[in-house]
């Protein structure tokens, strides 16, 4: 479940920085607010499931799971933004490079 929520984010992260997909940014938000929704209710369910230590236990091994999640997001957020920046930078180059040429 947690890998789904993952993924749908990096659908997202992916319309964002593709200005090709900028439509589908819309959807991918709601994607992302899906998956987040049900991983919430599948931590209540086994919850209300496990009382007691066993109920701690798996909300340890869920926030584990999501900070993870979360840490793999930033990642590939951070190689998205390095990697538009290199385009940007090449681009810039190329041009100031035509420009000589002519």
């Known amino acids: 479940m947690c890998k789904l929520v993952g993924t749908s984010a990096l659908n997202l992260l992916a319309s964002i920085k593709n200005r090709n997909k900028a439509d ?5 938000v709601t994607a992302v607010k899906i ?3 049900e991983v919430a209710d599948l931590i209540e369910k086994l919850t209300d499931t496990l009382k007691g230590d066993s109920a701690e236990m798996i909300g340890d091994l869920v926030e584990s799971e999501l900070a ?5 997001i930033e990642e590939a957020a951070r ?3 390095v990697s ?3 385009v940007v930078y090449y681009c810039v180059k190329g041009h100031q490079i035509v420009y ?3």
């Open 24 to 28: 589908d940014v819309d959807s991918n």
């Open 35 to 37: 998956r987040v929704t």
């Open 68 to 72: 993870s999640m979360d840490k793999a």
């Open 79 to 81: 190689r998205i933004e």
């Open 84 to 86: 538009t920046k290199s």
């Open 100 to 102: 000589i040429m002519l």
